[in-house]
């Protein structure tokens, strides 16, 4: 069965510079989240969007920025790239109505150097 | 305010014996949703069981089941029979209703490691 798809699974990067993290959700999968998770922590709600409007917003920064395109993959753009921003960030879809899991991507994982 | 409690950081448990992972939580809202990740050491995130605020019944998937005692507000999740391939960590985790989407939130976790 076909699962959720992150581009790219690794990611190097320096302090400031600019990332674009890539989430195609599972066929007709219509609700899209991203979390960012930290070295021994637990995965923190970052953003969600649902039929391509963003639904819904936990802790993103400022400097994150997100959107959901027509063919209902995401994309998640990270400037000014910090240390802290160094992490783990999964992607999930869920097909809206009565479905309730949330289907995890494989994970890209950012490093900041 | 922390949303998802889970006091046990570690546990232990011997393989094909039975292990509870505690978990409770925090909400106000009268419809939400109960979900226990797993997560081994590759990173990846497994969906294991769900269960509805307003389901009656005990969710159960093969070896896991959830013990969900609203007024206590607890959910925790029960692995019987464990197996070596169960040491991981878990995440237990609540999806709030809103009028404008969804608030998603996962707890601490419990690294859960199982001894042959």
């Known amino acids: 069965a076909a699962g959720v798809i992150q581009s790219p699974r690794h990611l190097i990067k320096e302090k400031r510079e600019t990332a674009t993290l890539k989430c195609y959700p599972i066929?007709?999968?219509?609700?899209v989240y991203w979390y960012q998770q930290g070295p021994g922590q637990d995965p923190q709600f970052l953003i969600s969007f649902y039929e391509k409007m963003q639904s819904d917003k936990g802790s993103i920064p400022d400097r994150f920025s997100a959107q959901q395109f027509s063919d209902y993959h995401s994309e998640l753009n990270m400037s000014s790239l910090e240390l802290g921003d160094s992490a783990l960030y999964f992607c999930a879809s869920r097909r809206g109505g009565r479905a309730h899991e949330q289907f995890f991507g494989p994970g890209t994982r950012l490093t900041v150097l | 305010a922390q949303k998802i409690t889970q006091t046990q950081p570690g546990m232990f448990v011997q393989e094909k014996e039975a292990v509870t992972l505690d978990c409770t939580y925090d909400?106000?809202?009268?419809?939400?949703?109960l979900f226990w990740y797993k997560q081994p050491s590759s990173g990846e995130m497994i969906f294991l069981i769900y269960q509805g605020s307003y389901d009656q019944q005990n969710a159960t998937e093969g070896r896991y089941s959830l013990n969900f005692q609203k007024a206590r507000k607890s959910a925790n999740l029960v692995i019987s029979a464990s197996q070596l391939g169960d040491s991981a960590m878990y995440f237990c985790?609540?999806?709030?209703?809103?009028?404008?989407?969804?608030?998603?939130?996962f707890g601490p976790g419990t690294r859960l490691s199982v001894l042959p």
């Open positions: 066929p007709r999968h219509d609700t």
């Open positions: 985790a609540m999806r709030e209703e809103r009028a404008y989407g969804q608030n998603f939130v």
């Open positions: 909400t106000s809202d009268p419809s939400y949703g």
